[in-house]
């Protein structure tokens, strides 16, 4: 069986013999970019070479890009543990031309990675070009002899790229694999017609051509480039015969530690599974996060953190773990990406300390806080109605920390909506009564959280402003 580490390995050593400088990943806080919460694509740290901002010594690069897909244009957190295929943190490989090569080398060079190099069966793979793309039909048959029929037309939602609402964009072309009838979600399953994962979606060949200003705004780049970018954890899966990428060497692990944990065996129960997904899913991102520097807090990216933390440790709640555990998981992340990324290894200690002083924090509150849900959902029913008011959902996030998605997670389980719009309304009350009580000077973040990592003990991993630049947009 050839490994996610092989898959990763074989993967930039094609590019590099392809004459690409291999690049290593950038943090997953965006340098200097205001417009994303965290690095979304492997495109990311190259925006301002695509734009003609900046100049690097090479003009095709292959990278291995962690990514994290949580809140902004791109946001899986709620697919996860839901399909088979999306992760909030993931890996993506990708291959990038700045003004060098376009469309006909790109998908030269992805056919052959996939079929000499993987050899993935040619009869299965499918491809899909943006609406009137002809030229890209046309170099798919010449170049990879891939019939017309296995070849579709899709529009802007599936087939035009953008890395968020402005920044390089263009017209896409993606090669799917077909996982089997009997991953069929029924007869109106197809490409570009449903959402399952039969039809899975493995590589992205993004020609950028332009660059988004403004909403309706769009200009042409300086020189057309390429940006691909391909999820390790899908090839992964597909490369070793599993359906699933949580059944992968990436995830198995981690599956296993979690499961040893609570006591329980992963494929017996469909809610533990889920639990066991979602959990493992999550610390990945957390480890990645805190190793890129975030910590959990009230705000921006470190609310993302936060978040992640308390839903997972709740889904081990629910498999009937009472005590921190989810630290006891994250080495085992280590074990698995620490051959990739060394800063997961050098950050273990810490991270597994920041890990547990949170899960330790909310799981005083937790049983409280669930208490009060199942109140609130026993007068909600005795009123007859099936929705949580704003009021209730926000005074369980201000007094017990629970955030909305949990509450949506324990309430939409039992047929119980939340008030979404009244929450958001509590909350910009609540932003505003704070707002006018403060009398500071503006520096309230960067001061309160310099202060709170000294307080914890913290100052040893204090790495500068760059730590604490996160905490400057809300989700
Ligand atoms: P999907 O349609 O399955 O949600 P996407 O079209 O949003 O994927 P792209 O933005 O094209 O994905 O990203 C390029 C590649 O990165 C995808 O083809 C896929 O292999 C991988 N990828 C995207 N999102 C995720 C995710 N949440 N988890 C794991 N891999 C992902
Ligand atoms: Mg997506
Ligand atoms: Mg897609
Ligand atoms: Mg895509």
Redesign the pocket.
């Known amino acids: 069986m050839i490994t996610a580490t092989q898959i990763r390995r074989a993967f930039l050593d094609y590019f590099v013999a392809n004459g690409h400088a291999e690049v290593a990943s950038s943090s997953l806080v965006p340098r200097e970019d205001p417009s994303l919460l965290f690095t979304n694509?492997g495109m990311v740290q190259f925006k301002k070479v695509f734009l003609g901002q900046d100049k690097r010594d090479y003009s095709r690069a292959a990278t291995s890009q962690k990514c994290l897909?949580v809140g902004g244009k791109?946001n899986?957190l709620e697919?996860v543990g839901r399909t088979a295929?999306?992760?909030?943190f993931?890996e993506?490989l990708g291959n990038f031309s700045f003004g060098d090569y376009f469309k006909e080398e790109a998908i030269r060079l992805a056919w052959g990675f996939l079929t000499d190099e993987l050899k993935l069966p040619k009869e299965k793979l499918y491809a899909t070009v943006f609406r009137d793309d002809d030229e890209a039909i046309g170099l798919w048959k010449k170049i990879a002899g891939v019939p017309a029929e296995r070849i579709f037309r899709l529009g802007e939602k599936?087939n035009f790229?953008s890395m968020g609402d402005t920044g390089p964009c263009g017209p896409?072309s993606?090669i799917l694999i077909d996982q089997g009838e009997h991953m069929s979600c029924g007869p109106n399953c197809g490409i570009g017609q449903c959402d399952c994962d039969r039809f899975l979606?493995?590589?992205?060949l993004v020609f950028m051509q332009y660059d988004q200003i403004a909403p309706g705004n769009r200009v042409s780049l300086p020189r057309p480039s390429i940006d691909t970018?391909?999820?390790l954890?899908?090839?992964s899966g597909v490369c070793q015969g599993v359906y699933s990428?949580f059944d992968s060497d990436l995830f198995s692990p981690i599956i296993a530690a979690t499961a040893d944990l609570a006591g329980v065996k992963y494929k017996t129960d469909e809610d533990t599974d889920t639990a066991l997904r979602v959990i493992a899913d999550h610390c990945r991102s957390m480890v990645f996060l805190v190793a890129d520097s975030i910590l959990p807090s009230n705000e921006g990216r470190g609310y993302v953190l936060r978040r992640l933390i308390r839903r997972a440790f709740r889904f081990g709640r629910l498999m009937g773990l009472k005590d921190p555990f989810l630290h006891r998981v994250c080495p085992t992340v280590v074990d698995v990406m620490g051959v990739q990324y060394p800063e997961v290894v050098e950050g273990m200690d810490f991270m597994t300390r920041v890990v547990r002083e949170e899960e330790e924090r909310f799981s005083d509150t937790l049983d409280k806080g669930l208490d009060i849900l199942e109140q609130e959902m026993a007068a909600a029913r005795a009123a007859n109605s099936s929705v949580i008011s704003g009021e209730a959902a926000f005074k369980l996030y201000d007094t017990y920390g629970f955030p909305l998605d949990i509450i949506t997670d324990v309430a939409g389980k039992q047929g119980f909506s939340v008030d979404e719009e009244g929450y958001k309304a509590c909350m910009g009350e609540q932003k505003a009564r704070a707002k006018k009580a403060w009398k500071g000077s503006g520096e309230t973040d960067l001061a309160g959280q310099f202060k709170k990592l000294l307080e914890t003990g913290l100052k040893s991993r204090f790495t500068g402003y760059e730590a604490l630049s996160g905490e400057s947009r809300v989700v």
């Open positions: 694509a897909r791109h899986d697919n295929r999306h992760h909030t993931f993506m599936d790229w896409c993606e979606e493995i590589w992205n970018g391909m999820g954890e899908r090839v990428n």
